[in-house]
């Protein structure tokens, strides 16, 4: 396959461009704001999450499981807008990239890859406006495939009508770069703004 275009650049978004979007930190975060055990919510949340992240559940079920089988002194609205809370922009690399993007566009396409369930995914995209710097996203809420799963690779690569040397992927989790590069896409391990920075300004 061929494109017009130069490069497609894939991009994980929790711990490149924004925080992850209810990893552990927030979680024991969590536990501690209100009040309940981390280790018995935790435990149901590695059961559950990766059905949540594929798209089988919403949010309400995935929430039922974990924590509202029991009657709480909280609220499941307040335990969803602390949970959103959590997600902030990382320094630098959002704002620079749309930026970069607007400058180098004609050349390159953006898409995201990444593991999100459906409310948090929707919710991230809208809050940061992470439309003004990805071209389409493949999410593992609406693909029904989660990384380091090769099919969702496969799949970001053929919605971008791309071959596999025609591809950069970044992401901060190296068991992901790793699943990546086995695809024979050019992938590297984000450990900071002016390292992936240096990178993506090699590419012009």
């Not at 509202?68 to 320094?91: G, H, N, W």
């Not at 995209?125 to 496969?154: Q, T, W, Y």
Request: charged share 25%.
């Amino acid at each position: 396959m061929h494109s017009s275009f130069q490069k497609i650049l894939f991009f994980d978004i929790g711990g490149v461009l924004l925080s992850n979007g209810w990893g552990h930190e927030s979680r024991q975060a969590a536990a501690t704001h209100f009040g309940f055990d981390y280790t018995e919510m935790n435990y149901l949340h590695e059961f559950i999450f990766n059905v949540y992240e594929i798209g089988n559940i919403n949010l309400d079920e995935y929430l039922d499981t974990v924590l509202f089988y029991r009657t709480r002194s909280f609220s499941k609205k307040e335990f969803i807008d602390f949970m959103y809370a959590q997600s902030v922009q990382l320094p630098n690399m959002l704002d620079w990239l749309v930026e970069w993007r607007a400058a180098h566009g004609d050349r390159f396409r953006f898409i995201s890859i990444n593991n999100e369930g459906r409310e948090l995914n929707e919710f991230r995209i809208k809050k940061f406006r992470l439309h003004n710097c990805f071209d389409a996203f493949v999410s593992s809420c609406e693909v029904g495939m989660r990384k380091p799963d090769p099919g969702i690779f496969r799949l970001a690569m053929g919605i971008a009508q791309a071959s596999s040397t025609q591809c950069i992927y970044f992401d901060d989790r190296i068991i992901l770069v790793d699943a990546a590069l086995r695809l024979g896409i050019e992938s590297y391990q984000h450990k900071d703004f002016e390292t992936t920075k240096s990178i993506l300004e090699g590419l012009v």
